[in-house]
């Protein structure tokens, strides 16, 4: 992988634990030589990963709507920021510039974001792997509504194992690294 693309909150949340990951995780993308493809702000969760990333030497791609280039959110300071006409186009790019996808805590956006390129994924449009940053448990309920959604049969087995989930940011990488898609699953090009 040499791109990943981390959807992640506009704001930095309540507990001080998601601010230290998103830290963790573009400090970890930059030692490993992954570039950061990210939505171009400087503000909440999304501002600290790309920094981070930044201060550790790695490379930061900033893709964001014209509408939110405005001083009080775009990050000034990205080596490669790209303004796209809406958000159709910056989630279509960002899915293209990247070779995995992981979801740090968010709200809408984030989520909306990481289901769009998962619903990609499960159509066979592409097989690049999704993880989940667990902070803090952060994602437990969602995790536990993906394994309901899979019991009622609205999600098939192999597509639940499409998403990796862990609370430590290395052992996501590493596991997202390994991660190949069932076999059952066939992929359009």
């Keep these: 992988m040499k791109r990943i693309a981390v959807y992640c909150g506009s704001n ?4 001080p634990e998601y601010a230290a990951a998103a830290q963790a995780l573009g400090a970890l993308l930059a ?7 990210y939505g171009g702000g400087m503000v ?7 920094d981070a990333a930044l201060k550790n030497g790695g490379h930061v791609i900033g893709v964001i709507p014209e509408k939110l280039v405005i001083k009080e959110v775009v990050h000034e300071k990205l080596p490669d920021l790209r303004v796209v006409k809406n958000m159709h186009e910056r ?3 960002m899915a293209e510039l990247a070779d995995g996808f992981i979801a740090l805590p968010g709200g809408y956006g984030t989520f909306e974001e990481f289901f769009e390129v998962l619903a990609w994924s ?3 449009w592409h097989q690049k792997p999704f993880g989940l940053f667990d902070v803090s448990g952060f994602y437990q309920y969602l995790l536990e509504f993906l394994d309901h959604s899979t019991s ?5 087995a192999k597509h639940r194992e499409l998403v990796i989930a862990d609370q430590n940011a290395e052992n996501l990488l590493a596991r997202m690294r390994s991660h190949r898609p069932p076999a059952e699953v066939k992929w359009v090009s």
């Design 44 to 50: 909440g969760l999304m501002g600290i990963v790309a």
């Design 12 to 15: 930095a949340g309540q507990r």
């Design 152 to 156: 009622e049969g609205f999600i098939r």
């Design 122 to 124: 499960q159509l066979g």
């Design 91 to 93: 989630k279509a790019l």
């Design 31 to 37: 030692r490993e030589k992954i570039d950061l493809v």
